[in-house]
C-alpha cells in the first residue's frame, strides 16, 4: 500500500445462520440450526437488502467507480462475496460489471472446530470441559478443538496485510466477517487483549457495516468509523447486530 493509505472493512449482510442463531439464543436452544455448512450461509432477504445500501456509501467515500478502482477483496464464504456483489451493484449469482473481486481463505469467519453450530448454552451442556477451558484462557487465546483462537486470526490478518503492502497502492476494501473486522482493528492499532475488550466492549460489528482506517506517511493508522451502519439507517433498511453463530461472540 502507499505511504497515505485507506482501508474500509465491511462485514457481510445479515444472514440465515445469524437469524438461525438469534432464534436459538432466546430459545435457550443448545444447536443451532443451520442450514448449511458455514462457507454456504446465505444472506436473508434482509441481509440483501442492507447489502445493497452499500453501493452508495462506496461510491461516496470512494468515487463512483469504486469497484473498479479499488482493491477489492472477499471472504471466500458466500455470504460475504454476495454482501460485496450486491454492493457493486450485481446479483449474487451473476451479472453485471462489478470489476475484479479477489478471493482470498484468509478472510475467512474464525473456524469454530467442536462448538461449531452450538450456543453458549450447548456448550456448557454438551461440552463442559470446553467450556470451563474456555472461561480459563479467555476469549482471545482460547482454541476450540479442531477451530481457531482469536489469536489464530489475527496472524491471518497480519499474513494478509503483509501482502496488501506488496501490491499497488489505492484504497482497499474487504468484505469479511465481524471476528476478523475486529482483528484488524488489534493488528492495525497496535491493541493487546485488554485493550481489544474494552474497545468492543463499546463497539460493534453491525452487519453490512463500514469500518475505516488510514495510515499516515509516517505508518501509523487512525480509525475513521467503527461498525458505521449510517447508510443503512439512512436508506430505510434495518439495521442489525448478530453475535452470528459464535458462542464467543465472534
Avoid at 474500509?8 to 442463531?21: C, D, F, P, W
Avoid at 448449511?36 to 447489502?51: H, M, N, Y
Avoid at 465481524?178 to 474497545?199: I, M, P
Wanted: proline share 4%; aromatic share 6%; glycine share 10%.
Amino acid at each position: 500500500m502507499s505511504d497515505e493509505a485507506r482501508i474500509l472493512l465491511i462485514r457481510h449482510g445479515e444472514s440465515t445462520a445469524n437469524v438461525a442463531a438469534a432464534v436459538a439464543e432466546r430459545a435457550g436452544a443448545e444447536v443451532i440450526e443451520v442450514e448449511a455448512r458455514d462457507a454456504d450461509v446465505r444472506l436473508s432477504e434482509l441481509g440483501r437488502s442492507q447489502a445493497a445500501t452499500l453501493g452508495d456509501a462506496l461510491r461516496e467515500q470512494l468515487g463512483p467507480d469504486w469497484a473498479a478502482a479499488a482493491r477489492v477483496w472477499s471472504s471466500p464464504y458466500r455470504r460475504a462475496r454476495d454482501t460485496a456483489r450486491l454492493a457493486a451493484g450485481a446479483g449474487p449469482d451473476g451479472g453485471g460489471d462489478v470489476g475484479r473481486i479477489r478471493v482470498d481463505e484468509r478472510l475467512r469467519d474464525r473456524e469454530l472446530g467442536i462448538i461449531d453450530a452450538l450456543t453458549s448454552h450447548g456448550v456448557d451442556v454438551r461440552l463442559p470441559g470446553e467450556a470451563a477451558r474456555r472461561r480459563w484462557l479467555g476469549k482471545f487465546f482460547y482454541r476450540p478443538p479442531g477451530g481457531e483462537s482469536w489469536a489464530d486470526v489475527a496472524l491471518r490478518v497480519r499474513s494478509f496485510l503483509r501482502d496488501a503492502d506488496e501490491q499497488a497502492s489505492g484504497p482497499l476494501v474487504v468484505f469479511t466477517h465481524d471476528a476478523v473486522v475486529s482483528l484488524f482493528a488489534y493488528v492495525l492499532l497496535g491493541l493487546d487483549e485488554a485493550e481489544l475488550a474494552r474497545f468492543l466492549s463499546e463497539r460493534a460489528v453491525g452487519n453490512a457495516s463500514i469500518t475505516s482506517f488510514t495510515r499516515d506517511a509516517g505508518g501509523a493508522w487512525t480509525l475513521e468509523a467503527f461498525g458505521d451502519a449510517s447508510h443503512i439507517v439512512s436508506a430505510g433498511v434495518p439495521a442489525t447486530e448478530h453475535a452470528g453463530t459464535d458462542p464467543d461472540g465472534a
